[in-house]
């Protein structure tokens, strides 16, 4: 699992697939590509949480799980210069308009 945490409101993240993360004072954003590579932007710092053992943290397994920093020029985790932009959602298709005067109306 990825996560940021913004160096200027310190603030901590998740990380979603598609979807951008941004930190609470709007200097950090990030966003996972799919699902295993990602960017991020801002004054933060990337870190990682061992995602087999946070699951037998949460199973009752054990106790404690690792977190770690990721490196700068990590392969999945890269920093990109400009500011992310939420991608914009898809639009539904629209229904055509169908043009019926009074005496077409179904009975």
Sequence with gaps: MKLI?????AS???LRVREVVQCDCGASQAVYLDDRNA???GPCVPLGVDNQELAEVLLGQRTQFSGF???AN???F????DALAAPRPVPKPRRPVVNRTFSQRPR
């Design 39 to 41: 960017i991020y932007s």
């Design 78 to 81: 890269r920093r990109v210069d």
């Design 69 to 71: 920093r990721i490196a």
């Design 12 to 14: 901590l993240h998740i």
């Design 74 to 76: 990590s392969r999945y």
């Design 5 to 9: 945490i913004c160096s200027e409101c």
